[in-house]
T-cell receptor
Framework: NAGVTQTPKFQVLKTGQSMTLQCAQD?????MYWYRQDPGMGLRLIYY???????DKGEVPNGYNVSRLNKREFSLRLESAAPSQTSVYFC????????????FGPGTRLLVL | DQQVKQNSPSLSVQEGRISILNCDYT??????FLWYKKYPAEGPTFLIS?????DKNEDGRFTVFLNKSAKHLSLHIVPSQPGDSAVYFC???????????FGTGTRLKVLA
């Protein structure tokens, strides 16, 4: 039981390049989330998907797009990376019931030069 | 506007003593609170939760207290162990949503 997996673990991009961060969960969870963690800022929600087929913006969605490919997978795309998107990105999932916890992946460290 | 605040960036405690981590929030409508622990190069792991209808929840060495009138949350770890050394985040949920607002974290160091 792998829980929440993320790929890649580390990536270096040049300004303007694009990339997709992959996330998959094997817990049959309905809801999935993308966060970014910056020093002194805690975790901030970028996008979330309450259930398969739906996505919604979080606190900091600008510069990102997401795809809920199926119940297991939720990807985050940077179309034109900027240095301000240098961060650690975490994917999480939850069952989607009223009171539930979120389970996090190990993170993707992204450096945009 | 930081709706969830952890005003102590770091805390050092002797092994065996009590660790108290604090969290303040501004929105009285938050209805569910979580504490997460995070080790370096790993994702946050769930520790303990509390609903806004309760004022205390215990799980082994971990107890969370909620003071709604003060909009204050605290996590007590008794006794503290070196393996508890990590960054601790509190998070609060907006009612009727799946959105959590996280604090900035407190780095706990338990000294052997």
């Amino acid at each position: 039981n792998a829980g929440v997996t993320q790929t890649p673990k580390f990536q270096v991009l040049k300004t303007g390049q694009s990339m997709t961060l992959q996330c998959a969960q094997d817990m049959n969870h309905n809801s999935m989330y993308w966060y970014r963690q910056d020093p002194g800022m805690g975790l901030r929600l970028i996008y979330y998907s309450a259930s398969e087929g739906t996505t919604d913006k979080g606190e900091v969605p600008n510069g990102y797009n997401v795809s809920r490919l199926n119940k297991r997978e939720f990807s985050l795309r940077l179309e034109s990376a900027a240095p301000s998107q240098t961060s650690v990105y975490f994917c999480a999932s939850s069952s989607g019931r009223t009171q539930e916890t979120q389970y996090f992946g190990p993170g993707t460290r992204l450096l945009v030069l | 506007d930081q709706q969830v605040k952890q005003n102590s960036p770091s805390l050092s405690v002797q092994e065996g003593r009590i660790s108290i981590l604090n969290c303040d929030y501004t929105n009285s409508m938050f209805d569910y609170f979580l504490w997460y622990k995070k080790y370096p190069a790993e994702g946050p792991t769930f520790l303990i939760s509390i609903s806004s209808i309760k004022d205390k929840n215990e799980d082994g060495r971990f107890t969370v207290f909620l003071n709604k009138s003060a909009k204050h949350l605290s996590l007590h770890i008794v006794p503290s162990q070196p393996g508890d050394s990590a960054v601790y985040f509190c998070a609060a949920r907006r009612p009727g949503t799946y959105k959590y607002i996280f604090g900035t974290g407190t780095r706990l160091k338990v000294l052997a």
